[in-house]
């Protein structure tokens, strides 16, 4: 069975450029939130994902997209990349059910330069 | 604010003692509460979930609850070198949906041969 998978793995970008990254939920999972970790801080929750549709969404600027399709697979777009995007995303999958658990992917680690 | 707090340390224990990891909880109304270990450049991994006050045991690892305090912990028993990495605790955002966690910066735990 197959975890929550990522891609890719690492990527430099420069300033003022536009990225997208990949995950693929764990096996039976349908919802997928993204989150961001800078260096030596725990991950902050960016947004949700569920039916198709954000369901939820932290603090991060509009600069902050994302898309959910239908095999519940995800997309995280960052437009008009700062050099304070560079960070860890880290891509966490789960069910809709009660008490349910979040599982993380390996994560992408962008530099923006 | 919601906020989670957590002691950074870095907290240093001889193997084969118990390590105990602490966190507090601004949101009285939380109800799942997690922990994850992340070793150094890789991805959290969840070790625990507790969702009522008490203990719940996992092998060498015991996270307890008391929601009138809005503390978690998490002990490690007989801790072994390949414990050390930094220690998250998460709670989920109430009010929020579920797998939208609000993290603490993290314990870094040092387990000493």
């Known amino acids: 069975d197959a975890g929550v998978t990522q891609s890719p793995t690492h990527l430099i970008k420069t300033r003022g450029q536009q990225v997208t990254l990949r995950c693929s939920p764990k096996s039976g999972h349908d919802t997928v939130s993204w989150y961001q970790q800078a260096l030596g801080q725990g991950p902050q929750f960016i947004f949700q994902?569920?039916?198709?549709?954000?369901?939820q969404r932290g603090n991060f600027p509009d600069r902050f997209s994302g898309h959910q399709f239908p095999n519940y697979s995800s997309e995280l777009n960052v437009n008009a990349l700062l050099l304070g995007d560079s960070a860890l995303y880290l891509c966490?999958?789960?069910?809709?059910?009660?008490?349910?658990?979040?599982?993380f992917g390996q994560g992408t680690r962008l530099t923006v330069v | 604010q919601k906020e989670v707090e957590q002691n950074s340390g870095p907290l240093s224990v001889p193997e084969g003692a118990i390590a105990s990891l602490n966190c507090t909880y601004s949101?009285?109304?939380?109800?799942?509460f997690f922990w994850y270990r992340q070793y150094s450049g890789k991805s959290p991994e969840l070790i625990m979930s507790i969702y009522s006050n008490g203990d719940k045991e996992d092998g060498r690892f015991t996270a307890q609850l008391n929601k009138a305090s809005q503390y978690v912990s998490l002990l490690i028993r007989d801790s072994q070198p390949s414990d050390s990495a930094t220690y998250l605790c998460?709670?989920?955002?109430?009010?929020?949906?579920?797998?939208?966690?609000?993290f603490g910066k993290g314990t870094k735990l040092s387990v000493k041969p």
């Open positions: 949101d009285r109304g939380s109800q799942s």
């Open positions: 994902y569920y039916e198709e549709e954000e369901r």
């Open positions: 966490a999958s789960s069910w809709c059910g009660v008490n349910t658990e979040a599982f």
């Open positions: 998460a709670v989920e955002n109430y009010g929020g949906s579920q797998g939208n966690l609000i």
